[in-house]
């Protein structure tokens, strides 16, 4: 198991490793190195992913071997628990999401008017701090409902 592991390390490693060779000295545009590029990607890929199902394939008799100790402790949540934890994290996912909805247009619209006028630069960060509010107060609510279990 620890060496699918490690193949998928090294699989990862080699992708940023070749994304800073190729920062520091470009690949010229001919076709022969796009092809080579693509061959690689895609086998760095499927290393990864097979890596990834072999984890998952042969973890799960590492986790079906459990230790009765470690079976008693995971039976100590309940099911009104779970949902609870489900409901807790609900409001920082929603609100995550709403202030990604809400950045997406006023940072457009922020970048147009800074073009146009550079001295409106900071009511733009205004409005910019105001959408991304939102993802602050729904962690607060998932904080303080934390806090009531």
Do not use: C, H, Q
Request: charge should be neutral; avoid cysteine; charged fraction near 10%.
């Amino acid at each position: 198991m620890y060496w699918l592991l490690a193949l998928m390390s090294v699989s990862l490693l080699g992708v940023v490793a070749l994304g800073f060779y190729f920062e520091i000295r470009p690949v010229p545009r001919n076709p022969s190195t796009v092809n080579w590029l693509k061959g690689t990607v895609g086998v760095n890929l499927l290393t990864y992913f097979g890596a990834l199902v072999g984890i998952l394939f042969l973890g799960v008799n590492d986790v079906m071997a459990a230790e009765p100790a470690a079976v008693e402790a995971a039976k100590e949540v309940s099911v009104g628990l779970g949902l609870a934890l489900i409901g807790i994290g609900l409001p920082t996912a929603v609100a995550t999401i709403a202030a990604g909805i809400a950045v997406g247009p006023v940072g457009t619209a922020s970048l147009a008017v800074i073009a146009e006028k550079p001295e409106v630069f900071g009511r733009t960060l205004v409005y910019l701090g105001l959408a991304e509010g939102i993802a602050i107060y729904g962690l607060v609510v998932t904080i303080l409902l934390l806090g009531r279990i």
